[in-house]
């Protein structure tokens, strides 16, 4: 049985390293499956300040985040529509992002995301 697939191995999934820096400047070291959200891997991971309330439609801004100056430009850009719900937040700058529509892959091994300070801020 030659070509017979094995299924156990066949199915792993490459993980993504990610570090968020919550609010108080502690960091939280996720791993995640490549084509997750960063929403979904800092929600999967109770990582504080994070909430994806909307469940990532694009409607809610509790997954704004800030990526680290080196990494923004590994990320591909921002639609219209992420753009425009960002321009709804407060608290925001040229890193702001909103996690629920940046996905992971392994070019973001490593990825530093700072999370900012509070819900009212965002
Ligand atoms: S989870 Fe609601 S906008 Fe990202």
């Known amino acids: ?9 066949d199915i792993v999934a490459t993980m993504v390293k ?4 919550d609010e108080k400047g502690g960091t939280h070291d ?8 960063l929403m979904r891997a800092a929600c999967d991971h109770m990582v504080p300040g994070i909430i994806g309330e ?9 997954c704004h985040v800030k990526i680290d100056t080196g990494w923004r430009d590994k990320i591909p850009p921002a639609g219209d ?5 960002i321009d709804c937040l407060t608290g925001t700058s ?4 909103l996690a629920c529509q940046v996905a992971l892959d392994s070019s973001l ?6 999370v900012p300070s ?3 801020d965002r």
């Open 118 to 120: 509070t819900l009212e």
């Open 30 to 37: 996720v791993s995640a499956p490549e084509g997750t959200s």
């Open 94 to 97: 040229g890193e702001s992002r």
């Open 81 to 85: 529509d992420e753009l425009a719900m």
């Open 1 to 9: 049985m030659g070509s017979t697939a094995n299924f156990a191995t």
């Open 18 to 21: 990610i570090r968020f820096v």
């Open 54 to 62: 909307c469940g990532g439609f694009l409607s809610c801004g509790t």
């Open 109 to 114: 091994d490593g990825l530093l995301v700072f």
